[in-house]
């Protein structure tokens, strides 16, 4: 009997893992976030399509942020944290990334998460962070150096002024602009699955405060700009919105 | 047979299967290098299928000296590339080939690589393995055949020693050759010995103007801002001096060097250079990925008054140096004595070790 147990278990082990209706204990979720021009979803090429924006055309060449504070919103709305977790997005090449596969599998009523930092890893040091890690420098460019804390969000391209084009650069930093983001939307997160949002750039300069370059001034680094950064954080935090929940591709 | 008896059978012959290759061989043994990042430096992403080590670096290091690799054995990647000015060709603007050919681009300098993820000017190479062979076979620099460079070493038994050493035996391959070059050049190290280094270290002030222009190196330039900036820091900001990236920073209106652009073929990739590291940029001169500039006071003053507001692809981080401030005129409008402190605040990132560490010299000599 004891020779075969071992033959027995092992066959056990792999009609288990085969088991179709089987869910697991634990699962990750992937999350990524596809930008877009307007309710109509219109995807962005950047550094290359004119969109208008009032009197104005804008486009597109750089849009990066610092995520972390990340929670899934239980039936009831209270937030289920997932703690010391950063991400670093660069769209449209880096867009994507996935929360440790340490989330217990369920019912959600949402996703939310923070654009920027707490104040502690915002100021701390930022030599101590690995190599390919998010928070490193080297791998974000969004830390002000000797200036201290990092650009939460860096939102970038060009309009057209006098008919010709120029700069505009909106960089948000300081803990006062932090973004609160919340997308309330039934997530059935029982498998592993990814989570697409759509981050729409019209909504940046509208969702809350109507802005444009043209009018409200073509730069901000937080400082110095009557409001300017905190209106287009206000914009940023309602900008972002559901696209899909599907089942990751093995 | 049961089935228990024989899924034993079966792994001891996977084990044997797997052990088989290094069974009566000497195993090849090399000694780990561990980098020596300065303080205050963000970690390195270093290649992990090229981890550094003694042997290794040693042998990038004769190859980087060695003329061998050159058509007439006169020129090595040396020769561009002079401790004795921060790794840049000896001040000129432009290199010279072996056949007397001028280069069209300034010779980079070498520190810090290993926080970098392109290379050349034009960022047309992503690793440094592949960079260190393009010089050889370039046409207006070593003019020489990679593969004929490998005839060569493989005659040479120095060379035979050095390749076993590092790799196990002595193959000579141009892929082996760059990963030598690579693991040297990732041990150039500038930081941690600069009189700015040590101002943060709390070891040593600064001057009265090394101050004031450290104060306008890390200030925006923004004409609602009631202290004066010469928006330095969006790109050489942060311990490394540099964001690595490829931008234009307004050199010109109409673009005769294409940059990015004559690599990626993409008309708004047009005029985007590499923005160099400000670390020992004492060392450097002369200056732009052109040298057009002699001196720090001629590339202050291109940043204060001369950036091109309308050159094409103009970088967004640019867009304070093309402000209207109250007085009227376009640009940071710095006043001399602000030119003059940015320059002496410069000054204070220069660390003499590029210059006299024994690790990045010449083995030759």
Same mark, same amino acid.
């Given at each position: 009997?004891?020779?075969?147990?071992?033959?027995?278990?092992?066959?056990?082990?792999?009609?288990?893992?085969?088991?179709?209706?089987?869910?697991?204990?634990?699962?990750?979720?992937?999350?990524?976030?596809?930008?877009?021009?307007?309710?109509?979803?219109?995807?962005?090429?950047?550094?290359?399509?004119?969109?208008?924006?009032?009197?104005?055309?804008?486009?597109?060449?750089?849009?990066?942020?610092?995520?972390?504070?990340?929670?899934?919103?239980?039936?009831?709305?209270?937030?289920?944290?997932?703690?010391?977790?950063?991400?670093?997005?660069?769209?449209?090449?880096?867009?994507?990334?996935?929360?440790?596969?340490?989330?217990?599998?369920?019912?959600?009523?949402?996703?939310?998460?923070?654009?920027?930092?707490?104040?502690?890893?915002?100021?701390?040091?930022?030599?101590?962070?690995?190599?390919?890690?998010?928070?490193?420098?080297?791998?974000?460019?969004?830390?002000?150096?000797?200036?201290?804390?990092?650009?939460?969000?860096?939102?970038?391209?060009?309009?057209?002024?006098?008919?010709?084009?120029?700069?505009?650069?909106?960089?948000?930093?300081?803990?006062?602009?932090?973004?609160?983001?919340?997308?309330?939307?039934?997530?059935?997160?029982?498998?592993?699955?990814?989570?697409?949002?759509?981050?729409?750039?019209?909504?940046?300069?509208?969702?809350?405060?109507?802005?444009?370059?043209?009018?409200?001034?073509?730069?901000?680094?937080?400082?110095?700009?009557?409001?300017?950064?905190?209106?287009?954080?206000?914009?940023?935090?309602?900008?972002?919105?559901?696209?899909?929940?599907?089942?990751?591709?093995? | 047979?049961?089935?228990?008896?024989?899924?034993?059978?079966?792994?001891?012959?996977?084990?044997?299967?797997?052990?088989?290759?290094?069974?009566?061989?000497?195993?090849?043994?090399?000694?780990?290098?561990?980098?020596?990042?300065?303080?205050?430096?963000?970690?390195?992403?270093?290649?992990?299928?090229?981890?550094?080590?003694?042997?290794?670096?040693?042998?990038?290091?004769?190859?980087?000296?060695?003329?061998?690799?050159?058509?007439?054995?006169?020129?090595?990647?040396?020769?561009?590339?002079?401790?004795?000015?921060?790794?840049?060709?000896?001040?000129?603007?432009?290199?010279?080939?072996?056949?007397?050919?001028?280069?069209?681009?300034?010779?980079?300098?070498?520190?810090?690589?290993?926080?970098?993820?392109?290379?050349?000017?034009?960022?047309?190479?992503?690793?440094?393995?592949?960079?260190?062979?393009?010089?050889?076979?370039?046409?207006?620099?070593?003019?020489?055949?990679?593969?004929?460079?490998?005839?060569?070493?493989?005659?040479?038994?120095?060379?035979?020693?050095?390749?076993?050493?590092?790799?196990?035996?002595?193959?000579?391959?141009?892929?082996?050759?760059? @990963?030598?070059? =690579?693991?040297?050049?990732?041990?150039? $190290?500038?930081? +941690? /010995? #600069?009189?700015?280094?040590?101002?943060?270290? &709390?070891?040593?002030? @600064?001057?009265? =103007?090394?101050?004031?222009?450290?104060? $306008?190196?890390? +200030? /925006? #330039?923004?004409?609602?801002?009631?202290?004066? &900036?010469?928006?330095?820091?969006?790109?050489?900001?942060?311990?490394?001096?540099?964001?690595?990236?490829?931008?234009?920073?307004?050199?010109?209106?109409?673009?005769?060097?294409?940059?990015?652009?004559?690599?990626?073929?993409?008309?708004?990739?047009?005029?985007?250079?590499?923005?160099?590291?400000?670390?020992?940029?004492?060392?450097?001169?002369?200056?732009?990925?052109?040298?057009?500039?002699?001196?720090?006071?001629?590339?202050?003053?291109?940043?204060?008054?001369?950036?091109?507001?309308?050159?094409?692809?103009?970088?967004?981080?640019?867009?304070?140096?093309?402000?209207?401030?109250?007085?009227?005129?376009?640009?940071?409008?710095?006043?001399?004595?602000?030119?003059?402190?940015?320059?002496?605040?410069?000054?204070?990132?220069?660390?003499?070790?590029?210059?006299?560490?024994?690790?990045?010299?010449?083995?030759?000599?």
């Amino acid at each position: 009997m004891k020779k075969l147990i071992l033959p027995l278990l092992a066959v056990s082990l792999l009609f288990a893992s085969c088991d179709p209706e089987s869910k697991p204990e634990i699962v990750n979720l992937e999350v990524v976030v596809q930008p877009v021009f307007g309710s109509a979803n219109t995807p962005v090429a950047y550094n290359s399509q004119q969109f208008p924006m009032g009197t104005d055309t804008v486009k597109f060449t750089r849009n990066d942020f610092i995520i972390s504070e990340f929670a899934l919103l239980d039936e009831q709305g209270a937030r289920v944290d997932i703690r010391n977790e950063y991400a670093f997005l660069s769209l449209p090449d880096r867009n994507s990334f996935t929360l440790p596969t340490s989330l217990t599998p369920g019912h959600y009523s949402g996703f939310a998460f923070t654009v920027g930092l707490d104040s502690t890893i915002n100021h701390g040091d930022p030599s101590l962070w690995g190599g390919t890690h998010p928070l490193n420098p080297a791998v974000n460019n969004l830390h002000w150096g000797w200036t201290g804390g990092y650009i939460f969000a860096a939102m970038e391209g060009y309009y057209q002024k006098d008919g010709a084009e120029t700069p505009w650069l909106y960089h948000i930093a300081l803990m006062e602009n932090r973004m609160e983001v919340v997308v309330e939307t039934p997530l059935d997160l029982t498998d592993f699955k990814t989570l697409t949002l759509n981050l729409d750039l019209e909504a940046f300069f509208k969702a809350v405060h109507s802005l444009s370059p043209n009018e409200d001034g073509d730069f901000s680094h937080s400082t110095f700009d009557n409001g300017l950064a905190h209106k287009l954080s206000e914009n940023l935090s309602q900008s972002f919105r559901f696209a899909s929940l599907e089942n990751q591709t093995p | 047979m049961t089935l228990s008896r024989g899924l034993t059978f079966g792994f001891l012959a996977l084990f044997a299967v797997s052990c088989g290759d290094t069974w009566g061989k000497k195993p090849h043994v090399t000694t780990p290098y561990v980098l020596q990042v300065p303080t205050g430096f963000p970690q390195p992403a270093l290649p992990e299928d090229n981890p550094l080590t003694v042997e290794g670096i040693l042998l990038g290091r004769q190859l980087f000296y060695d003329p061998i690799l050159s058509l007439d054995s006169s020129q090595s990647c040396g020769s561009c590339h002079n401790t004795a000015f921060g790794f840049t060709d000896n001040g000129l603007t432009y290199s010279v080939g072996v056949d007397g050919s001028e280069g069209d681009r300034n010779s980079m300098p070498l520190h810090n690589l290993a926080w970098h993820q392109s290379f050349f000017w034009d960022g047309r190479s992503p690793s440094l393995r592949e960079q260190s062979l393009d010089p050889i076979s370039n046409p207006i620099e070593m003019k020489e055949d990679v593969l004929h460079v490998v005839e060569k070493l493989q005659r040479q038994p120095r060379y035979q020693d050095a390749f076993t050493a590092a790799f196990g035996d002595e193959e000579v391959t141009p892929e082996r050759m760059g @990963l030598a070059m =690579e693991q040297f050049m990732l041990t150039i $190290l500038s930081g +941690g /010995e #600069s009189k700015f280094d040590r101002f943060i270290a &709390g070891t040593e002030s @600064l001057t009265a =103007e090394e101050t004031l222009g450290m104060q $306008l190196f890390n +200030g /925006e #330039s923004n004409p609602n801002s009631p202290t004066p &900036g010469a928006d330095c820091f969006h790109c050489h900001g942060g311990a490394l001096f540099t964001n690595h990236k490829l931008m234009n920073n307004g050199l010109d209106s109409v673009l005769t060097d294409l940059g990015l652009g004559a690599v990626t073929g993409l008309a708004t990739d047009n005029g985007k250079f590499k923005v160099p590291s400000l670390r020992n940029i004492a060392y450097t001169a002369p200056y732009m990925h052109d040298g057009r500039f002699q001196t720090l006071e001629e590339v202050v003053e291109f940043y204060n008054s001369g950036v091109h507001p309308n050159s094409p692809n103009l970088d967004p981080s640019m867009v304070g140096f093309v402000q209207t401030h109250s007085g009227g005129a376009m640009g940071l409008n710095l006043t001399l004595t602000q030119r003059q402190a940015l320059v002496a605040f410069l000054n204070t990132l220069t660390d003499t070790r590029v210059e006299t560490d024994t690790l990045y010299q010449n083995p030759f000599k």
